[in-house]
């Protein structure tokens, strides 16, 4: 089992660039979540999805932010355009289906991205 | 406003000694608690977890105690090892309440001398 996959590992761009980053989550898992990680905030889920569909992204910061689900083994969130409080951590997540509510995230190795 | 806290950004711990990492939370509809350790440069690893309607739960070396009456838990590693060096993180969900996502602390930076 490969695990969770993220692409790229590390990004650094220009204020004002498109920004997208890419998630492998483990087949099978019906849960996807994407998280960041700043000094400051710590660990926030940013959105997460079910069976493909997003179900709450209230923890999007702005609407520059976008993230999609096309199909069940990949993800995007999308920044447009970047700007450098958006350097951060980005952690993708997947979980299996929920049986009682309770089931372990599994975490990608997460993308570090760098906007000057 | 943070729901889980970590209040110690770091803690050292002699090599064979016990390390304890304290988290609170303040959200009572929380009823599901994990502990992720995370090395750097690699995404957080689940560790160990417990249910509300336990008040401890023990895997090898790792053990996690819940008070929920005080919204306190901790971890208990025992007896500390050099790996266990490493960002811890507390995490929390209301399973019940259709929100799947976790909230997490800011981590405590478990640092094991030998």
């Known amino acids: 089992d490969a695990g969770v996959i993220q692409s790229p590992r590390h990004e650094v761009t220009e204020m004002g660039q498109e920004v997208t980053l890419r998630c492998k989550p483990i087949?099978?898992?019906?849960?996807l979540f994407w998280y960041r990680q700043t000094m400051m905030r710590g660990l926030e889920l940013l959105i997460y999805?079910?069976?493909?569909?997003?179900?709450?992204d209230s923890g999007m910061p702005e609407d520059r932010f976008s993230a999609k689900m096309p199909n069940a083994s990949f993800s995007t969130l999308k920044i447009q355009p970047s700007e450098p409080r958006d350097s951060a951590v980005y952690f993708c997540?997947?979980?299996?289906?929920?049986?009682?509510?309770?089931?372990?995230?599994?975490f990608g190795p997460g993308t570090r991205l760098l906007v000057l | 406003d943070q729901q889980v806290k970590q209040n110690s950004p770091s803690l050292s711990v002699q090599e064979g000694r016990i390390s304890i990492l304290n988290c609170d939370y303040t959200?009572?509809?929380?009823?599901?608690f994990l502990w992720y350790k995370k090395y750097p440069a690699e995404g957080p690893t689940f560790l160990i977890s417990?249910?509300?309607?336990?008040d401890k739960n023990e895997d090898g070396r790792f053990t996690v105690f819940l008070n929920k009456s005080a919204k306190h838990l901790s971890l208990h590693i025992v007896p500390s090892q050099p790996g266990d060096s490493a960002v811890y993180f507390c995490a929390a969900s209301d399973s019940g309440g259709g929100a799947d996502g976790l909230t997490f602390g800011k981590g405590t930076h478990l640092i094991i001398q030998p």
């Open positions: 959200n009572s509809m929380f009823d599901y």
């Open positions: 997540a997947s979980s299996p289906a929920k049986l009682g509510g309770r089931e372990t995230q599994y």
């Open positions: 417990i249910s509300s309607i336990k």
């Open positions: 087949s099978g898992h019906d849960y």
């Open positions: 999805f079910n069976n493909n569909v997003p179900i709450d």
